[in-house]
């Protein structure tokens, strides 16, 4: 793979989630109701960061989980022979809530898929919301975020690599080549 651009650093991703953060706010009336649920690996960060935006904005702590959606894959045979995969758990009831699932970014909209089945599976949220950082386009799911970072058109021979330093030791948004 092979460097093409660099969307975003450290300060633009770190605006583009304080704008999510106050959307989710202003949307919602409040935050009383609401709680964040980060898509593992990548959408947990995100979801802390809006967690912790939101309380800078309102003095709110709100609920903040994630979800392992590896269960609620529609290509879950396609990934290994031997999946371990665990059910869902979060650290709060999501029955009336309103679920705002995080992640890092959109493509064809099955991890979407995946994790508001895993929601439903903890119990009966009164609306999921999608937040993503990126939205590259290539849906193959009727499923559109509601609030997006960054929209980047992108190729089917392109990647977009968001780099966080819990997992990577950087911050920012890059647009790789995949190449032949």
């Known amino acids: 793979m092979r460097l093409k651009a660099r969307i975003m650093d450290e300060a633009a991703l770190g605006r583009a989630l304080m704008r999510i953060s106050h959307e989710i706010t202003e949307k919602n009336q409040g935050v009383d109701n609401v709680a964040v649920v980060g898509i593992k ?98 849906r193959e799911l009727p499923i559109r975020p509601d609030y997006v970072g960054k929209n980047i058109p992108t190729s089917r021979s392109e990647l977009v690599e968001v780099r966080l330093p819990e997992y990577d030791g950087e911050t920012g948004v890059f647009l790789m080549d995949m190449g032949q």
């Open 41 to 138: 690996r990548r959408g947990e960060p995100i979801a802390e960061r809006i967690r912790d935006n939101i309380l800078r904005i309102e003095g709110v702590e709100i609920p903040c989980g994630s979800l392992d959606i590896s269960y609620y894959r529609d290509d879950l045979s396609a990934l290994t022979d031997a999946p371990r995969v665990s059910r869902p758990e979060l650290p709060f009831d999501v029955t009336d809530k309103d679920i705002v699932l995080t992640d890092d970014v959109i493509f064809t909209g099955r991890t979407a898929r995946a994790a508001i089945e895993a929601v439903f599976s903890c119990g009966r949220p009164k609306t999921i919301q999608l937040a993503v950082l990126v939205d590259r386009g290539h």
